[in-house]
């Protein structure tokens, strides 16, 4: 079972790039899928357009039974205690930020249900980050009422921050027959997608990114 998501977002270095992730993949994963409770990993990174400066922002996946896994111990209880080449290889980070998330729903085109397991696997995502600075309701009943049914064939994963400073997580995955969202709070959609654009702020300045999955 896995409805839970460590999430972590980050830009590397261009020169140390290569051994980073080398690293990441054969020695990092399998060292945090050997932890109870660890289900799974995705590691995707962005399309060149995606970004305003040109640098690719990675953004990988833990899925967990629940948040409880992340938290015991936490990522703060963890950093103290990484040996030498796990403390150097976080140096390749920039602008990196994690979120501990758990799942509120799915849709696949059927309408939002609740799913005690859950995988991000598909070959290319969308992904938003977002806060709607005190509009909850509001902003889940758009999402649901409005965003929803413009994205057929896309399957949505809304996910709910219990750790870090994003609220609300939001992943468009699709297949390779079916066009991406283009855009996510679009004030020109319509007078009720402007409200929502209106008090939404996303912290990765963008408010929709295309990703492409490089692991497994």
């Given at each position: 079972?896995?409805?839970?998501?460590?999430?972590?977002?980050?830009?590397?270095?261009?020169?140390?790039?290569?051994?980073?992730?080398?690293?990441?993949?054969?020695?990092?994963?399998?060292?945090?899928?050997?932890?109870?409770?660890?289900?799974?990993?995705?590691?995707?990174?962005?399309?060149?357009?995606?970004?305003?400066?040109?640098?690719?922002?990675?953004?990988?996946?833990?899925?967990?039974?629940?948040?409880?896994?992340?938290?015991?111990?936490?990522?703060?209880?963890?950093?103290?205690?990484?040996?030498?080449?796990?403390?150097?290889?976080?140096?390749?980070?920039?602008?990196?930020?994690?979120?501990?998330?758990?799942?509120?729903?799915?849709?696949?085109?059927?309408?939002?249900?609740?799913?005690?397991?859950?995988q991000?696997?598909?070959?290319a995502?969308?992904?938003t980050?977002?806060?709607?600075?005190?509009?909850?309701?509001?902003?889940?009943?758009?999402?649901?009422q409005?965003?929803?049914?413009?994205?057929?064939?896309?399957?949505?994963?809304?996910?709910?921050?219990?750790?870090?400073?994003?609220?609300?997580?939001?992943?468009?995955?699709?297949?390779?027959?079916?066009?991406?969202?283009?855009?996510?709070?679009?004030a020109?959609?319509?007078?009720?997608?402007?409200?929502?654009?209106?008090?939404?702020?996303?912290?990765?300045?963008?408010?929709?990114?295309?990703?492409?999955?490089?692991f497994?």
């Open positions: 079972m896995s409805n839970a998501i460590w999430m972590i977002t980050y830009q590397l270095r261009r020169e140390r790039e290569a051994p980073y992730l080398e690293w990441f993949h054969e020695v990092h994963v399998p060292e945090k899928l050997a932890r109870p409770g660890y289900s799974w990993v995705s590691h995707y990174r962005s399309t060149t357009e995606s970004t305003d400066d040109g640098i690719p922002l990675y953004l990988a996946m833990f899925g967990g039974e629940t948040t409880a896994v992340f938290f015991n111990p936490s990522p703060a209880q963890l950093a103290p205690k990484q040996p030498p080449e796990t403390r150097d290889m976080m140096t390749c980070r920039i602008n990196s930020q994690a979120l501990i998330l758990t799942s509120e729903w799915v849709s696949a085109g059927d309408g939002p249900r609740n799913v005690n397991e859950f991000v696997d598909a070959e995502i969308s992904l980050l977002c806060d709607a600075a005190g509009n909850e309701m509001d902003f889940g009943a758009w999402l649901v409005e965003h929803l049914p413009s994205v057929s064939g896309n399957t949505i994963h809304k996910l709910l921050s219990s750790s870090g400073d994003v609220r609300h997580a939001i992943i468009h995955t699709r297949t390779a027959d079916t066009a991406p969202p283009y855009t996510f709070a679009d020109v959609e319509s007078e009720w997608s402007a409200q929502v654009a209106n008090y939404l702020k996303y912290p990765l300045d963008r408010s929709l990114i295309a990703m492409n999955r490089i497994p």
